[in-house]
């Protein structure tokens, strides 16, 4: 009796390591994933009254969650009866973070001076009262819970891709325990990012002078943590889905490692070139295929016609 119970006591800590491993190793390849979710969610609430802020952050959370509960089932699913399309579908993933960080590029670029002239009408529009602020909350928290089931489903991929050759409890363990730390760890650190402002304006106004200063550094500081989420989000997006295309494709993958390897061999710079030339290699993958799904998406809109075209 206590034989067994010492057997499947080792079991279970073998599973919860195997767990820990894998999550790691998910987590560190969903780097560009999270980075891209802070800076989507925690502009998703800007116009919303600050007192509603962290609600709606707690909604979106809400329906994060419930996007999870659907996609783990699925994945492990997947894994279970159809293993060979969770390469596709890693590989899919990766083209769709690439397509996605190249479109941002291409907007900022091109159309910068159209969202900057537009801002003045939305602002009116947002202080009317033609504006319905229950309807305009839950518009918000629709497309911030859509987005989110795109961004779930990328991590989710990307999780697959890593627990695939795992048993089934490993596999269960590593997507639920990642389902949960993404969703407690970008909702809260967006919750916090969205009263960063008001945390400012309220050391602001406090009689001591080291307060008043703190609080207005955290005001200026703010907006430009928001851009630096942003750049570093897209630019994260580009790496990771750039080294999950290129891990997909076998030749690929192993001319960068023989190209790592031989550049690491050279004497006094060799170790730095061998670390940074396979994130340089992936970027540059990740911006060649972002840009190449960009065309083929704008010749297929082109196809279907200019009212297509123009979305």
Sequence with gaps: MASSLLTLLDD???????????????????????????ALNAQQVTGVR???????VWAVAKGSARNKLILVPAAL???????????????????????????????????????????PGRTAALAGTEVDPVAFERDKIRGAVRTDMILSAEIIAITLGTVAGA??????????????????????????????DDAGLALSRRTSALARGAGRT??????????????????????????????????????????????????????????ITPTLINAVVGIVAGGLAVGAVQIFRHMRGPAAAAH
């Excluded at 600050?50 to 709606?56: C, F, G, K, S």
């Design 12 to 38: 279970i800590a073998t599973v919860l390591d195997d767990v820990a491993v894998m999550t790691k190793l998910a987590a560190r390849k969903s780097a560009g994933v999270l980075g891209d979710d802070l």
């Design 50 to 56: 600050a007192d509603r802020e962290l609600p709606v």
């Design 77 to 119: 699913a997947i894994s279970a009866w159809l293993p060979w399309l969770v390469t596709p579908l890693l590989m899919a993933g990766g083209l769709f973070l690439c397509y996605e960080g190249f479109e941002k590029v291409m907007h900022k670029l091109f159309h910068r001076a159209e969202d900057d002239a537009a801002k």
């Design 167 to 196: 048993a089934f409890l490993t596999q269960l363990g590593a997507l639920a325990v990642i389902s949960a730390l993404m969703t407690v760890g970008v909702y809260g650190l967006v919750a916090g990012i969205v009263k960063l």
């Design 218 to 275: 955290i005001l200026r500081a703010a907006p430009w943590l928001m851009k630096g989420l942003a750049i570093a989000g897209t630019a994260a997006m580009f790496l990771v889905g750039g080294g999950i295309i290129a891990h997909g494709i076998h030749d690929l993958a192993t001319w960068i490692q023989d190209t790592a390897a031989g550049l690491g061999a050279l004497p006094t710079v060799g170790a730095v070139l061998g670390a």
